[in-house]
């Protein structure tokens, strides 16, 4: 069994940095890959970064260039870097993990940014 521990999230202005961490209970380069979603009020959950074995990255249009995904196998740790936020970047964002091709989820953690 997995379980996925997000944390980071909280209140900044637009323009700020924020990282999240998701910490995993078992190692993660186990994982065939990690990702984080968010979801803002009424909206659809939606794709924001990924991340494969073999160190392929995957990046939603409206954070390229902004958001970074990696990873701390030491840590057994996913980030996600945000810098330059915006208010369109308010959400709850979510960890998610495929380990022998099942999906896990985080309970997810708040981000809010004020403009």
């Known amino acids: 069994q997995v379980q996925l521990v997000e944390s980071g999230g909280g209140l900044v202005q637009a323009g700020e940095s924020l990282r999240l961490s998701c910490a995993s209970s078992?190692?993660?380069?186990?994982?065939?890959?990690v990702a984080w979603y968010r979801q803002a009020p009424g909206k659809q959950r939606e794709l924001v970064a990924a991340r494969t074995t073999n160190g392929s990255t995957n990046y939603a249009d409206s954070v390229k260039g902004r958001f970074t995904i990696s990873g701390d196998n030491a840590k057994n740790t996913v980030y996600l870097h945000m810098n330059s936020l915006k208010p369109e970047d308010t959400a709850v964002y979510y960890c998610n993990a495929i380990w022998v091709w099942r999906d896990y989820w985080g309970q997810g953690t708040q981000v809010t940014v004020s403009s």
């Open positions: 078992i190692t993660i380069v186990s994982f065939n890959a």
